[in-house]
């Protein structure tokens, strides 16, 4: 755990000024505007001035994006979510009884979603285009994390094998944004799409807007939610006790129902500890950066100056000793309302925190409960990669040296 918070503080700090917070306490967050872009991550185009930007472009862009993600959308978004959810169970099923990597199964589930949300309805990708695409997103993902732990090989690192594989990985990334924008049909719909809302507002979204924020949003979409779904699975395998009060409540809730409803899900008191137990040990994200736009006195009295980039190692704050009791250990209750209230708002940041917080958290949450509700429905977890097997590698996302496998008992 230190190791990794060493990795990514050097990684910055080499560079430019940053700092490293350990303490939800330690700083004045609203305070913290803006999210660095180094040159080095192109994928991420314009994700600063999508959703962290300051000033009146964020505003009005986070304004429009909005509808796509309040309550009556994540409604309309069920149907999605459940289609999907019962495809990946049926493809799951051909792995049962043996050690199966998930991985590549719900990355292919959670692009199919991003896609269908963003241009409304499902689009016919081989089954090549999807995993040439999973594979480019892991493969640059992966360059990204290396050379920001190794700043100091920066200078030779335009001349390696790794940024030549980064090029190709990034070509087929842009290629796919743009068929998927090619294939986007205009049709009048109560319900416009996110792709709709960003064409209605030229003045906001040139081409190339648009284009960054297609990437953006697949990018962020497929990665955050695969990685939070993988391990939310790899968690209940691994703590049967915990699997089989999920079950049991996705039974007593759905019933025989084939598919939850948008109230079901949002009745799963249990499911929803544990996958807040499961993000704190595991964040999708884990780090996150703001640049101080204004001098910042900390509680403990240490000034940190304008033009800092601060890093929030959002792993080390979610393991902290002087945040959670046992830290390394998984328990739900430390998520009952009487347990959360007790601790700083923001010492848990799975989806960020303030109003720069993911957009879509809401509907991520939603995405992976559903994708439970149909394996746990399915199959019977059981470890195959336990927690002390598991090292964690630089990444954009939270990756690991070794696939996460588990295995699948079917329950019919």
Same mark, same amino acid.
């Given at each position: 755990?230190?190791?990794?918070?060493?990795?990514?503080?050097?990684?910055?700090?080499?560079?430019?000024?940053?700092?490293?917070?350990?303490?939800?306490?330690?700083?004045?967050?609203?305070?913290?505007?803006?999210?660095?872009?180094?040159?080095?991550?192109?994928?991420?185009?314009?994700?600063?001035?999508?959703?962290?930007?300051?000033?009146?472009?964020?505003?009005?862009?986070?304004?429009?994006?909005?509808?796509?993600?309040?309550?009556?959308?994540?409604?309309?978004?069920?149907?999605?979510?459940?289609?999907?959810?019962?495809?990946?169970?049926?493809?799951?099923?051909?792995?049962?009884?043996?050690?199966?990597?998930?991985?590549?199964?719900?990355?292919?589930?959670?692009?199919?979603?991003?896609?269908?949300?963003?241009?409304?309805?499902?689009?016919?990708?081989?089954?090549?285009?999807?995993?040439?695409?999973?594979?480019?997103?892991?493969?640059?993902?992966?360059?990204?994390?290396?050379?920001?732990?190794?700043?100091?090989?920066?200078?030779?690192?335009?001349?390696?094998?790794?940024?030549?594989?980064?090029?190709?990985?990034?070509?087929?990334?842009?290629?796919?944004?743009?068929?998927?924008?090619?294939?986007?049909?205009?049709?009048?719909?109560?319900?416009?799409?996110?792709?709709?809302?960003?064409?209605?507002?030229?003045?906001?979204?040139?081409?190339?807007?648009?284009?960054?924020?297609? =990437?953006?949003? =697949?990018?962020?979409?497929?990665?955050?939610?695969?990685?939070?779904?993988?391990?939310?699975?790899?968690?209940?395998?691994?703590?049967?006790?915990?699997?089989?009060?999920?079950?049991?409540?996705?039974?007593?809730?759905?019933?025989?129902?084939?598919?939850?409803?948008?109230?079901?899900?949002?009745?799963?008191?249990?499911?929803?500890?544990?996958?807040?137990?499961?993000?704190?040990?595991?964040?999708?994200?884990?780090? =996150?950066?703001?640049?101080?736009?204004?001098?910042?006195?900390?509680?403990?009295?240490?000034?940190?100056?304008?033009?800092?980039?601060?890093?929030?190692?959002?792993?080390?704050?979610?393991?902290?000793?002087?945040?959670?009791?046992?830290?390394?250990?998984?328990?739900?209750?430390?998520?009952?309302?009487?347990?959360?209230?007790?601790?700083?708002?923001?010492?848990?940041?799975?989806?960020?925190?303030?109003?720069?917080?993911?957009?879509?958290?809401?509907?991520?949450?939603?995405?992976?409960?559903?994708?439970?509700?149909?394996?746990?429905?399915?199959?019977?977890?059981?470890?195959?990669?336990?927690?002390?097997?598991?090292?964690?590698?630089?990444?954009?996302?939270?990756?690991?040296?070794?696939?996460?496998?588990?295995?699948?008992?079917?329950?019919?």
């Amino acid at each position: 755990m230190i190791f990794i918070a060493c990795v990514v503080f050097l990684a910055v700090f080499i560079t430019t000024r940053y700092l490293l917070f350990r303490k939800p306490s330690d700083s004045t967050c609203k305070s913290l505007n803006e999210i660095p872009c180094p040159g080095s991550i192109p994928i991420l185009g314009n994700i600063c001035d999508m959703f962290y930007n300051d000033g009146e472009s964020w505003k009005k862009r986070r304004k429009l994006l909005t509808k796509n993600f309040h309550f009556a959308a994540l409604h309309n978004y069920m149907e999605i979510f459940n289609k999907e959810g019962q495809k990946l169970g049926d493809r799951l099923q051909k792995d049962v009884n043996q050690s199966t990597d998930i991985l590549e199964l719900i990355s292919h589930s959670t692009l199919k979603i991003i896609n269908e949300i963003l241009v409304g309805e499902e689009l016919k990708l081989r089954e090549i285009q999807i995993k040439d695409y999973v594979s480019a997103i892991d493969t640059f993902s992966k360059a990204i994390g290396y050379i920001n732990s190794k700043p100091i090989l920066s200078l030779v690192y335009k001349y390696s094998e790794m940024k030549k594989e980064e090029d190709r990985s990034l070509e087929i990334i842009n290629t796919f944004a743009k068929d998927l924008l090619k294939n986007w049909k205009v049709k009048p719909s109560d319900n416009p799409r996110v792709l709709d809302v960003m064409l209605d507002a030229p003045s906001l979204y040139d081409d190339q807007g648009v284009m960054d924020e297609i =990437i953006t949003f =697949i990018f962020a979409g497929n990665s955050t939610s695969s990685a939070g779904l993988l391990y939310a699975l790899f968690n209940l395998a691994n703590h049967s006790e915990y699997q089989d009060e999920v079950y049991e409540e996705i039974v007593q809730i759905v019933g025989e129902k084939e598919k939850p409803s948008y109230a079901d899900l949002k009745s799963m008191s249990f499911l929803d500890r544990f996958l807040r137990e499961s993000m704190r040990l595991y964040p999708p994200a884990p780090f =996150i950066g703001r640049t101080i736009a204004e001098d910042v006195v900390t509680k403990t009295g240490y000034r940190i100056p304008a033009g800092t980039e601060v890093v929030f190692h959002i792993f080390d704050i979610h393991r902290s000793p002087f945040i959670y009791d046992n830290p390394d250990t998984f328990d739900p209750d430390r998520f009952l309302p009487e347990n959360s209230k007790k601790r700083h708002p923001f010492s848990y940041l799975p989806f960020s925190a303030g109003p720069r917080n993911c957009i879509a958290q809401k509907f991520a949450l939603l995405e992976i409960k559903s994708s439970i509700c149909k394996i746990l429905k399915k199959f019977k977890l059981e470890p195959v990669t336990l927690a002390e097997d598991i090292k964690f590698i630089p990444d954009v996302t939270l990756a690991t040296k070794e696939k996460i496998k588990i295995k699948l008992i079917s329950r019919s």
